[in-house]
């Protein structure tokens, strides 16, 4: 390994973000098949496999938000004004012109501003609302069945148009996100920073307007 | 009971109760009977307070007493009911007693007070060879050795309750679609519970009895939620391994997954046309069958609809129901009129969706008075107005309606009404049953009907689709042409440095 590679994606992280993924495609399929847009595994099965997979993904994101929080990480995730312009004008125009980054990944750093706005909203708007809309999906009967008046939901009908609502959110932004991943230094940088955790250094950093200087270098990592 | 009794009983592995005493020893059953009545009172002269259960009964009474919502407490029974069959009991009396578990009934009256009266036999008739006559008032057959009879008695057996039951409406399965002769003996497939070759239960297995008042009854005539035969007496309110199945049972009944079809094995009636009725062919009744056999038109009776193997439909249900009876005006004839309002609704705590069978009819109704008539079909002969003898429903009409002690104003009108029925038999193998996609499904599924609440797989919000898809196709979209421009720029710049 020649130590001019960065290493950018941690181990847990790598594995909350691909376990995440499968799960939430997984979701998806099950999903629509419950909601009668599609065939797949049967209704039966469906049911009871989005019930399973969402109980995993629950944990898992307890561990990631219980990660992001021991490690500081989630400061990645704090929107910022900065350059939004730049790496928007980025995408319009500069990425046609091969027009370098306008800002640059870090350890530090990961994200763009746009990522930062897109991952920040999905973390506290689209996330919590799928979640807390399947959870009472779910589990909106008990308090009826054990004669808690108060806490009794009358209807699905709501909870399962929130529901629904968050899918198509999220699935768009995963369409969306397959293809950003290809905006990277080359097409696949992005997707093997990801796999190994590692970013080519040369790749990156040549057109640093990020506040964050800071390289965490291979050589670093490992000592 | 002598202990070698009871041992030998639980010896023979059978949790069904076994016979206690040998009827067939008995002194006071050693006799010639001539009259059933001589049967009855042998029979109380030992079982000395069982016949004022009975009197108490409905099957005695035919009436209860029922609550019903904004009518208050009323007495339900063959007097004041109107179903959409025969219409109803009165005036035909003789004919109908031979389902009463009386004797000495007709038209006269019956006397409702004494014991002797009782037909114990023929519940209890354990030979399967008592049979009521003809017209005879609920008398027996004069042919049957009643003696041998009653030394046979003991719990009532599937053909005991089911000469009766199985042939409401005036034949086999006509009335209810899913009890019918075939019970008798039926195999697995047709009631998983009753099967020959299965558990093969008898009614009163699940229709438990305490003091001869037995558990389950028909909402065609009872009103309030109480003393029901449910399957949860054995199976419990949570039967499945699978949590979601199980979460069903909060709001969906045993039956509607469990009974995917009833008249499983003959058809049933689903609609009756009295409006067809007094055609005569060269002046004479006459009657046309399907090829099953079933009358599709009666002179006497009009233009019938059988079904078999039908799908149920679905309503909500929550144990009450309110009745058309006898003399009741209705208002709307744009709808047919319900003479069995089952009540519920999703919103509705004790309310379950169930399967029952709608029969529906056009029968005849004053329209001045806005009434439904109980016209007068039986007659002995001809000239004394019973329709089915004299095919003249304003004079059947007038002689009914003044038995009923209802004013008629001489006009006949025929309206649409319906009956609903709770399919609560012919019970499938539990791998037979109501499959999710049949309710679970965008269109014409089990369910379609019942819109008043949210049910995964069928239901959406039109909007939300809507939106949710032009986003998915504007987010393709707008990736495909970002792509696409970005390896054209790319192959371009690259020729461009290659030139």
Same mark, same amino acid.
């Given at each position: 390994?020649?130590?001019?590679?960065?290493?950018?994606?941690?181990?847990?992280?790598?594995?909350?973000?691909?376990?995440?993924?499968?799960?939430?495609?997984?979701?998806?399929?099950?999903?629509?098949?419950?909601?009668?847009?599609?065939?797949?595994?049967?209704?039966?099965?469906?049911?009871?496999?989005?019930?399973?997979?969402? #109980?995993?993904?629950?944990?898992?994101? +307890?561990?990631?938000?219980?990660?992001?929080?021991?490690?500081?990480?989630?400061?990645?995730?704090?929107?910022?004004?900065?350059?939004?312009?730049?790496?928007?004008? #980025?995408?319009?125009?500069?990425?046609?012109?091969?027009?370098?980054?306008?800002?640059?990944?870090?350890?530090?750093?990961?994200?763009?501003?746009?990522?930062?706005?897109?991952?920040?909203?999905?973390?506290?708007?689209?996330?919590?609302?799928?979640?807390?809309?399947?959870?009472?999906?779910?589990?909106?009967?008990?308090?009826?069945?054990?004669?808690?008046?108060?806490?009794?939901?009358?209807?699905?009908?709501?909870?399962?148009?929130?529901?629904?609502?968050?899918?198509?959110?999220?699935?768009?932004?995963?369409? +969306?996100?397959? #293809?950003?991943?290809?905006?990277?230094?080359?097409?696949?940088?992005?997707?093997?920073?990801?796999?190994?955790?590692?970013?080519?250094?040369?790749?990156?950093?040549?057109?640093?307007?990020?506040?964050?200087?800071?390289?965490?270098?291979?050589?670093?990592?490992?000592? | 009971?002598? =202990?070698?009794?009871?041992?030998?009983?639980?010896?023979?592995?059978?949790?069904?109760?076994?016979?206690?005493?040998?009827?067939?020893?008995?002194?006071? =059953?050693?006799?010639?009977?001539?009259?059933?009545?001589?049967?009855?009172?042998?029979?109380?002269?030992?079982?000395?307070?069982?016949?004022?259960?009975?009197?108490? @009964?409905?099957?005695?009474?035919?009436?209860?007493?029922?609550?019903?919502?904004?009518?208050?407490?009323?007495?339900?029974?063959?007097?004041?009911?109107?179903?959409?069959?025969?219409?109803?009991?009165?005036?035909?009396?003789?004919?109908?007693? /031979?389902?009463?578990?009386?004797?000495?009934?007709?038209?006269?009256? !019956?006397? !409702?007070?004494?014991?002797?009266?009782?037909?114990?036999?023929?519940?209890?008739?354990?030979?399967?060879? $008592?049979?009521?006559?003809?017209?005879?008032?609920?008398?027996?057959?004069?042919?049957?050795?009643?003696?041998?009879?009653?030394?046979?008695?003991?719990?009532?057996?599937?053909?005991?309750?089911?000469?009766?039951?199985?042939?409401?409406?005036?034949?086999?399965?006509?009335?209810?679609?899913?009890?019918?002769?075939?019970?008798?003996?039926?195999?697995?497939?047709?009631?998983?519970?009753?099967?020959?070759?299965?558990?093969?239960?008898?009614?009163?297995?699940?229709?438990?009895?305490?003091?001869?008042?037995?558990?389950?009854? =028909? $909402?065609?005539?009872?009103?309030?939620?109480?003393?029901?035969?449910?399957?949860?007496?054995?199976?419990?309110?949570?039967?499945?391994?699978?949590?979601?199945?199980?979460?069903?049972?909060?709001? %969906?009944?045993?039956?509607?997954?469990?009974?995917?079809?009833?008249? /499983?094995?003959?058809?049933?009636?689903?609609?009756?046309?009295?409006?067809?009725?007094?055609? =005569?062919?060269?002046?004479?009744?006459?009657?046309?069958?399907? /090829?099953?056999?079933?009358?599709?038109?009666?002179?006497?009776?009009?233009? !019938?609809?059988?079904?078999?193997?039908?799908?149920?439909?679905?309503?909500?249900?929550?144990?009450?129901? @309110?009745? $058309?009876?006898?003399?009741?005006?209705?208002?709307?004839?744009?709808?047919?009129?319900?003479?069995?309002?089952?009540?519920?609704?999703?919103?509705?705590?004790?309310?379950?969706?169930?399967?029952?069978?709608?029969?529906?009819?056009?029968?005849?109704?004053?329209?001045?008075?806005?009434?439904?008539?109980?016209?007068?079909?039986?007659?002995?002969?001809?000239?004394?107005?019973?329709?089915?003898?004299?095919?003249?429903?304003?004079?059947?009409?007038?002689?009914?309606?003044?038995?009923?002690?209802?004013? !008629?104003?001489?006009? %006949?009108?025929? %309206?649409?009404?319906?009956?609903?029925?709770?399919?609560?038999?012919?019970?499938?193998?539990?791998?037979?049953?109501?499959?999710?996609?049949?309710?679970?499904?965008?269109?014409?599924?089990?369910?379609?009907?019942?819109?008043?609440?949210?049910?995964?797989?069928?239901?959406?919000?039109?909007?939300?689709?809507?939106?949710?898809?032009?986003?998915?196709?504007?987010?393709?979209?707008?990736?495909?042409?970002?792509?696409?421009?970005?390896?054209?720029?790319?192959?371009?710049?690259?020729?461009?440095?290659?030139?």
């Amino acid at each position: 390994m020649n130590g001019n590679r960065v290493y950018v994606y941690r181990a847990f992280e790598r594995f909350w973000h691909w376990s995440q993924s499968v799960l939430i495609l997984f979701l998806a399929v099950t999903g629509f098949e419950i909601h009668g847009a599609i065939t797949f595994f049967g209704f039966h099965q469906a049911v009871i496999y989005h019930n399973t997979a969402a #109980y995993a993904l629950i944990v898992l994101i +307890a561990f990631a938000i219980f990660w992001h929080l021991a490690t500081g990480e989630w400061k990645q995730y704090v929107p910022t004004a900065t350059h939004i312009k730049a790496q928007t004008n #980025y995408y319009i125009f500069g990425i046609f012109r091969n027009v370098p980054h306008p800002t640059k990944k870090t350890a530090l750093s990961k994200l763009n501003p746009l990522q930062r706005l897109v991952y920040f909203a999905l973390k506290v708007l689209v996330i919590p609302v799928i979640v807390t809309s399947g959870l009472l999906y779910m589990l909106y009967r008990y308090p009826h069945r054990h004669g808690i008046e108060a806490l009794n939901i009358d209807t699905l009908h709501t909870i399962a148009i929130i529901h629904t609502v968050g899918a198509f959110l999220l699935i768009a932004f995963i369409v +969306a996100h397959i #293809y950003l991943i290809t905006t990277g230094t080359t097409v696949l940088s992005n997707l093997k920073a990801m796999l190994t955790g590692y970013e080519d250094a040369a790749h990156m950093g040549q057109h640093d307007t990020s506040e964050t200087p800071s390289q965490i270098t291979d050589k670093e990592v490992q000592s | 009971m002598p =202990l070698q009794a009871i041992s030998h009983c639980f010896a023979s592995g059978s949790k069904k109760p076994c016979k206690a005493v040998e009827h067939d020893r008995f002194a006071i =059953l050693q006799q010639k009977f001539s009259t059933p009545q001589e049967i009855t009172g042998a029979c109380i002269s030992c079982h000395n307070h069982r016949h004022t259960e009975v009197m108490q @009964s409905n099957h005695w009474n035919w009436e209860r007493e029922e609550y019903i919502q904004a009518r208050g407490i009323v007495s339900i029974g063959k007097k004041n009911a109107v179903n959409n069959f025969c219409i109803g009991a009165m005036g035909n009396e003789q004919s109908c007693a /031979k389902c009463h578990i009386g004797l000495g009934m007709t038209a006269d009256g !019956f006397s !409702f007070t004494d014991a002797k009266n009782i037909d114990c036999l023929v519940c209890h008739d354990n030979t399967e060879t $008592y049979a009521k006559g003809q017209e005879m008032g609920g008398a027996p057959d004069p042919a049957l050795d009643l003696g041998n009879i009653a030394r046979h008695v003991g719990r009532p057996q599937r053909a005991n309750c089911g000469v009766c039951h199985f042939y409401g409406g005036g034949g086999n399965n006509v009335k209810h679609g899913d009890l019918e002769q075939a019970l008798f003996e039926p195999q697995r497939d047709v009631d998983v519970h009753m099967g020959i070759d299965g558990v093969n239960m008898v009614c009163v297995d699940c229709h438990t009895t305490e003091k001869h008042n037995i558990a389950g009854k =028909l $909402y065609s005539l009872s009103s309030m939620n109480r003393n029901r035969a449910m399957c949860e007496q054995c199976h419990t309110a949570t039967p499945h391994d699978d949590d979601v199945l199980n979460e069903h049972t909060l709001k %969906v009944a045993c039956q509607t997954c469990h009974i995917p079809v009833y008249a /499983k094995v003959n058809a049933t009636k689903t609609h009756w046309d009295w409006a067809q009725a007094g055609k =005569l062919r060269d002046g004479k009744p006459y009657e046309e069958d399907d /090829k099953d056999g079933n009358h599709t038109y009666l002179s006497i009776k009009g233009r !019938f609809e059988w079904g078999k193997n039908l799908e149920p439909e679905y309503v909500w249900f929550n144990g009450t129901a @309110s009745h $058309y009876l006898l003399g009741d005006t209705y208002s709307d004839t744009t709808r047919p009129i319900v003479l069995n309002t089952l009540h519920g609704s999703y919103d509705d705590d004790e309310a379950k969706i169930i399967p029952v069978k709608v029969h529906r009819a056009i029968q005849p109704a004053d329209p001045v008075n806005r009434t439904l008539i109980m016209p007068k079909l039986y007659a002995d002969v001809e000239g004394e107005g019973g329709f089915w003898k004299d095919f003249d429903w304003k004079r059947s009409s007038e002689i009914g309606m003044k038995a009923a002690g209802l004013p !008629f104003s001489g006009q %006949v009108a025929f %309206v649409k009404t319906e009956m609903y029925w709770p399919v609560n038999h012919m019970v499938s193998a539990k791998g037979a049953t109501v499959q999710c996609t049949e309710c679970h499904t965008r269109k014409d599924g089990r369910l379609a009907s019942l819109t008043d609440f949210y049910m995964p797989g069928r239901d959406y919000s039109g909007p939300v689709e809507t939106g949710g898809a032009a986003l998915l196709l504007l987010t393709v979209f707008g990736v495909v042409a970002h792509g696409s421009l970005r390896a054209f720029v790319a192959v371009r710049r690259r020729k461009g440095g290659a030139r």
